[in-house]
C-alpha cells in the first residue's frame, strides 16, 4: 500500500500546499456534504490552493453512503472534465471520506486524493488507513477497498461546530483505541471531560488516538492480522448499525460500536479472561455517556445473521477481535451460536434494553 501522510495540522493552508504538491494533477475537486458544504467550505475556499477547485455536494449521513450516491459522484467527475490525473479532496465526515476515497478508488480506476476529516470520527478513524467504501444490500461497507489517501490533514478547529451526539460517536472510536493500545491511554479517554470540552486537550488526545490506529495500519494495512484489532465492537456494533438502518432508527456508527464494545468485552471477559473491573468500569462510561440501543430476544437471529455477514469471518464461522487485557488482544475468537445468544443476554441485562 501507498505511504500516506497524516498530519495533526498548525497551519492547514501550509499542510495544504504540500499535500497538493505531492500530487501533480490537471484538475482539482472538492467532495462536500451538504452539511460540510456550508460549515467548512467557507474557509477553505479562502485558501489559495483551493480557489479553483470544481465542488461536488453530497447527501449528509450513512443513508447516502449507497451506490447511486456513488454514481453521482462518478457522474459528476465524468461530466466536469476529470482525468486520470486528476485530484480529489474529500471534506467531511466518515461518510464522505468513505464514499470519497471509494469514488476515487474507481474512477477511471483510480485518482489520487487527499482526506480533510471535519468530524472526530474521521479524524482518528475513518480518514485514516485506506478502508474506502459504501454500504450495500443492508450491510456495512459491503462494497470497497483497500486505497488510502494520499495525505490526511487533520484540523481539529472544524470540531468546535460538531453537536454533541457526533463528538461521542467519534469518541467511542477513541475509546477503542485506548482499549487496544494502553492501559494510560485507556484511562486518561475514561477521566477526560466530555461534557465541557478543552480542545486543546481534545487535540493532543486526537494527535495520540490516530497515532494508535497509524501505528497498526502499518504494520498490517491490508487487514491479514493484527489490522482485526481495529475492528475491537465492530462485529456486534455493524450488526447493530444494520439492524437500525434497516428499521429506520437513527444511530451513529460510534454509537453502535460503543454498544457492541459492551458485548464483545463480556466476551473477552468470559473467553479470554479480560478482567471484570476493567469491564464494569468501560460499560459505566458507555451506559452514562451513550444510553442503550434497545433489543428483544426476537431480534436475535437477525443480529446473528448480520454477524454471519462480518468481514472477519472465514468458512461460515463468526470471529471476534477479543481482548485479554487492556492492549492484549486477541485475533480470530470464535464463538457459537448460544455464546454469542448469551452475549446479547448480558447487554438486555447490564444496559437495561
Ligand atoms: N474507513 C474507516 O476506516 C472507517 C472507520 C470508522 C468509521 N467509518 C465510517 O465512517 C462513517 C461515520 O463517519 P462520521 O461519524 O464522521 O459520520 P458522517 O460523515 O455521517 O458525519 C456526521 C454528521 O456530521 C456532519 N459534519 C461533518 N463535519 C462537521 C463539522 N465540522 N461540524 C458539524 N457537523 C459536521 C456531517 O455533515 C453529518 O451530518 C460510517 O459510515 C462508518 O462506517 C469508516
Ligand atoms: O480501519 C479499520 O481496519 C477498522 O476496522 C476501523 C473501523 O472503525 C471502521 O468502522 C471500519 O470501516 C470497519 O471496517 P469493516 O472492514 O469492518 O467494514
Ligand atoms: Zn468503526
Excluded at 153 to 177: C, P, Q, V, W
Aim: aromatic share 10%.
Amino acid at each position: 500500500m501507498s505511504k500516506q501522510d497524516v498530519i495533526l495540522c498548525e497551519s492547514l493552508e501550509h499542510s495544504l500546499e504540500q499535500a497538493i504538491e505531492k500530487c501533480p494533477h490537471d484538475k482539482l475537486f472538492v467532495l462536500t456534504d451538504e452539511h460540510t458544504t456550508s460549515l467548512c467550505m467557507p474557509a477553505l475556499r479562502e485558501l489559495s490552493p483551493l480557489k479553483n477547485a470544481v465542488e461536488i455536494v453530497i447527501g449528509a449521513e450513512d443513508t447516502h453512503k449507497t451506490l447511486d450516491t456513488l454514481a453521482s459522484v462518478w457522474q459528476a467527475l465524468s461530466e466536469k472534465g476529470a482525468s486520470r490525473h486528476s485530484l480529489l479532496i474529500n471534506v467531511g465526515g466518515g461518510m464522505v471520506t468513505d464514499l470519497g476515497g471509494f469514488a476515487a478508488a474507481t474512477f477511471k480506476r483510480g485518482i489520487a486524493y487527499i482526506n480533510i476529516p471535519t468530524t472526530l470520527l474521521a479524524m482518528v478513524d475513518a480518514s485514516v488507513g485506506g478502508k474506502t467504501g459504501i454500504n450495500f444490500n443492508g450491510l456495512k461497507n459491503e462494497i470497497g477497498s483497500f486505497f488510502p489517501a494520499s495525505s490526511v490533514l487533520i484540523e481539529t478547529e472544524f470540531l468546535r461546530s460538531l453537536d454533541r451526539y457526533n463528538f461521542l460517536s467519534g469518541y467511542a472510536e477513541m475509546l477503542k483505541h485506548g482499549l487496544i493500545s494502553t492501559p494510560a491511554h485507556w484511562s486518561e479517554l475514561l477521566t477526560f471531560n466530555t461534557e465541557h470540552i478543552d480542545y486543546s486537550e481534545l487535540k493532543q488526545l486526537v494527535g495520540r488516538s490516530v497515532q494508535v490506529k497509524e501505528d497498526i495500519v502499518q504494520q498490517d494495512p491490508f487487514e491479514h492480522g493484527i489490522r482485526k484489532a481495529l475492528n475491537l465492537g465492530h462485529t456486534v456494533g455493524h450488526a447493530f448499525e444494520s439492524l437500525a438502518l434497516a428499521e429506520n432508527r437513527h444511530v451513529l456508527h460510534g454509537y453502535a460500536v460503543a454498544w457492541g464494545v459492551v458485548c464483545e468485552l463480556y466476551l473477552s471477559n468470559v473467553k479470554a479472561g479480560f478482567p471484570t473491573d476493567k469491564m464494569r468500569q468501560t460499560i459505566q462510561f458507555i451506559k452514562e455517556n451513550y444510553g442503550t440501543f434497545f433489543i428483544d430476544c426476537k431480534t436475535y437471529d437477525r443480529l446473528y445473521e448480520y454477524m454471519l455477514h462480518d468481514k472477519k469471518n472465514s468458512s461460515g464461522i463468526i470471529n471476534f477481535t477479543l481482548l485479554k487485557e487492556v492492549g492484549d488482544v486477541s485475533i480470530n475468537q470464535s464463538a457459537t451460536k448460544d455464546e454469542i445468544f448469551e452475549m446479547l443476554d448480558f447487554y438486555r441485562e447490564c444496559m437495561g434494553s
